[in-house]
């Protein structure tokens, strides 16, 4: 159950994986429509990401048509509204897609129809950014980003994610580097507890120039990092119950240290279709580990503040966060 208080504030979503809101009896009905085998029962929790990961791309194959990835993109835009969303910009792997034969624009074109029917019918508002998978290495990415170049105006940002063991950001200056020229807003995965994470994190700034990074909440362990996110305003997209799900610990101390300490902390749902919740949830979730309302309230100004909106659209969110909790 929501509190009221968390259902009602206006918050934006800047963390969301839209194959990671594939819940299992959806898949069970793509699999079924399209003649496949239906998909193994989710665990309550994984062993980290890699055990995650396996999970999420065996289910992927279940989405096959432009219908299948508007339907997908319409249920969480649905789900986003009722838990109090008024702004998203979800991520979205093409590599898992085009890899396994489904064309790019069945993908991009089905997920902007579920865009414009729910701009249409009163929001929230949604912005999409393409993730290259790390794990499928840079000239994976290089063709990606191409291959991306009819769809520019459809696709905001470029990010970067799946298993980061021995895929630093360094790999991919190059095509992040392409990605800003061409337009793209960047932002790249640090998943929490990783090998060489305070490294990732300092290669997120000094080498790519990332405008915000997902998860990141390692950047605790070292003062000099939390100064300069802190300095540069950087946006950090925590997501608790992927945290709890993953490695068994909600963070909340974190997040809780991270608002304390300046940074640009944000509050988001990851995979929420395998991790017990949407992003009231998590906010909930927060709430039940300790923090108070003005703290969550804080956050959702920080959503706002970190995504990428033109400075009139961001005013007026904000000026709703501020209306409803003065309220
Ligand atoms: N792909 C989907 N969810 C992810 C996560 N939490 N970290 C890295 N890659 C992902
Ligand atoms: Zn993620």
Not at 43 to 50: E, F, I, M, Q, T
Not at 96 to 115: D, N
Not at 180 to 206: E, N
């Amino acid at each position: 159950m929501v509190d009221d208080f968390i259902a009602g504030l206006p918050k934006c979503e800047l963390h969301v994986h839209l194959e990671g809101t594939l819940e299992q009896r959806h898949c069970g009905a793509l699999a079924a429509r399209h003649g496949l085998r239906p998909p193994a029962d989710r665990p309550a929790s994984y062993d980290g990401l890699a055990d995650f990961l396996a999970d999420y791309y065996a289910a992927v194959d279940c989405l096959r048509t432009e219908d299948d990835f508007r339907e997908l993109t319409s249920a969480y835009l649905a789900t986003a509204r009722r838990q109090g969303v008024t702004h998203t910009e979800m991520f979205f792997d093409p590599q898992a897609h085009t890899s396994r034969g489904v064309a790019l624009e069945a993908v991009v074109t089905g997920i902007h129809r579920a865009q414009e029917e729910c701009t249409a019918g009163g929001g929230p508002s949604s912005s999409l950014i393409l993730c290259f998978l790390r794990d499928a290495g840079a000239e994976s990415a290089r063709e990606t980003l191409a291959a991306s170049l009819p769809y520019r105006d459809w696709i905001a940002g470029v990010g970067l994610d799946s298993d980061e063991r021995g895929h630093p950001p360094a790999e991919f200056a190059e095509v992040f580097s392409s990605a800003r020229a061409a337009g793209y807003r960047l932002t790249m995965h640090c998943d929490p507890l990783q090998p060489d994470a305070l490294l990732h994190l300092w290669q997120c700034l000094d080498l790519i120039g990332v405008e915000r990074i997902d998860h990141g909440v390692d950047c605790l362990r070292d003062d000099r990092l939390v100064a300069e996110l802190a300095r540069r305003r950087l946006g950090l997209t925590v997501c608790p119950l992927s945290n709890l799900r993953l490695y068994g610990d909600l963070m909340g101390d974190a997040v809780a240290e991270m608002l304390e300490r300046g940074l640009l902390v944000t509050v988001n749902s990851d995979d929420p279709a395998y991790f017990g919740g949407y992003v009231a949830d998590n906010y909930e979730a927060l709430a039940d580990a300790g923090l108070s309302r003005e703290q969550l309230a804080r956050i959702a100004r920080h959503g706002f503040e970190a995504a990428w909106l033109p400075p009139e659209r961001r005013a007026a969110h904000l000026q709703a966060v501020d209306d409803y909790t003065a309220a």
